[in-house]
């Protein structure tokens, strides 16, 4: 059947317009396959907004996510606007629009690649397998609890971890309905032995646990929790937690994967699916053509499967992307400076996504 699908682009700042015109391509040559709807609309988000429009996220902009059916993000951020205080910064645009939209689930997998294993600086024995969806929530938690201030005169600031019950059960959902089509265990990672608000959270997803009798529920500390990610990444199916944790644990995944720029997200459960790399703007490298645009491409893949019900075609993509890094293709962050490795641009991977991903959708 046709899909027809407005999508917003918000390409962002450094690297986020590079890596998200690979993304874009990929989703173009799908529809253009399947004979698929798909309409982009392009708007300004983060310090490119700053800049144009005096605001991290334009009404503009955020009318036009709301009138779409999903929302692709490229990174936000820049070094220009570090003094700012946070309600300032680039990253306020990101975190409003999250808000906005509502979603409260952040689904990011993590999955050793075949060919890629030898590329963490873990054990290849240690990662081989490793497959774990981190189940983040998005829209609670430090990011956005009240009161939070920086007192000058006081010399002290404060920022406030609240989660109501209702907060987690409904993303504690989320995580368990997942683990049933997966490995059927979900881990839940707080401080109990420290917070209240953990105490809460272990509870209620203690309490929604029998309505799964199916999946494994197991809970971690989050100190614990980051040490046996790099001992045993294969233990863990779901990985289900709070807003701030899940920010850290995904980039500590990211080792897993050997580089961050190969980590996709969506966001599910709000008005608007948002759909954005775990990656940042990497000011870095950003417009030199060498940044990784997989983590860009495998959440368009995500935003198939989620937003359009296109789940052969996300399938497609991911082939495509598994084939093509165990065939070599490397950019820069993947190569490590290994000398021997040839170092492709995001362009050439974008382009042989597209190779491998065409011949998949011809032989169906
Ligand atoms: C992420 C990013 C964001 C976050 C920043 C840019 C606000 O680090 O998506 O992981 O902390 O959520
Ligand atoms: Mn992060």
Known sequence: MTKKLKILILAGDGIG???TAEAVRALEAVAQAGGHLFRFEEKPIGGVAIRSHG?????????????????LLGAVGSNEFNALPPSQRPEAGLLRIRAELGGFANLRPSFAWPGLTGNSPLRSDVVEGADILFVRELLGGLYFGQPREWDKQANAAWNTMRYTRDEVIRVAKVAFELARKRRKKVTSVDKANVLEVSQLWRATVTELAPQYPDVTLEHQYVDAMAM????????????????????????EAGVITGSLGMLPSATLGGK??????????????AGKGIANPLGAILTAAMLLRYSAGLEDEAAAI????????????RTADLARGDKSVKVLSTQEVG?????????RMAAR
Do not use: C, Q, W
């Open 17 to 19: 317009p590079e890596v």
């Open 228 to 251: 046996h990610l790099m001992n045993a990444p294969r233990n863990f199916d779901v990985v289900l937690t709070e807003n701030l944790f899940g920010d850290i644990l995904s980039d």
């Open 55 to 71: 605001s991290p996220l334009p009404d503009d902009t955020l009318k036009a996510a709301l009138e779409s059916d999903a929302v």
């Open 318 to 329: 991911e082939a495509a992307v598994k084939h093509i890094v165990a065939d070599g293709a």
């Open 272 to 285: 608007v699916n948002l759909y954005e790399p775990v990656h940042g703007s990497a000011p870095d490298i």
């Open 351 to 359: 382009k042989r996504v597209l190779e491998a991903l065409s011949s």
